[in-house]
């Protein structure tokens, strides 16, 4: 069973910074998407950074030069770690893997459950 498991939100003031991390279980697969997505509350889910088994990495336009996405040495873990944290930025932010590369990564088939992160100004 493979499962994802979020944690390091919390809240934080305008500017503040904050380290997302999922840890992976029952996940083995050569090629491979991870990511993470937010949705705040009256909006779609969009996605916010990605990055695959050949260490490519995307980005939302919004958080570049903000947001960093990077996996731990043994692949079972993903993080984010967010800087210059806006008010825009607060939502519920969810990892996700595929046993694919990150092309249409929105219909991802695994997910967490997702760390709340609140932005205040």
């Known amino acids: 069973v493979v499962q994802l498991a979020e944690s390091g939100g919390d809240s934080v003031q305008s500017g503040g910074s904050l380290s997302l991390s999922c840890e992976l279980s029952?996940?083995?697969?050569?090629?491979?998407?991870m990511g993470w997505f937010r949705q705040a509350p009256g909006k779609q889910h969009e996605a916010v950074a990605t990055?695959?088994?050949?260490?490519?990495?995307t980005y939302r336009d919004s958080v570049k030069g903000r947001f960093t996405i990077s996996k731990g040495d043994g692949g079972n873990t993903l993080y984010l770690q967010m800087n210059n944290l806006q008010p825009e930025d607060t939502a519920m932010y969810y990892c996700?893997?595929?046993?694919?590369?990150?092309?249409?990564?929105?219909?991802?088939?695994?997910w967490g459950q997702g760390t709340q992160v609140t932005v205040s100004s």
């Open positions: 990055i695959d088994s050949d260490g490519r990495t």
């Open positions: 029952g996940f083995t697969s050569r090629t491979y998407c």
């Open positions: 996700a893997t595929d046993h694919k590369y990150c092309d249409n990564f929105a219909n991802a088939r695994y």
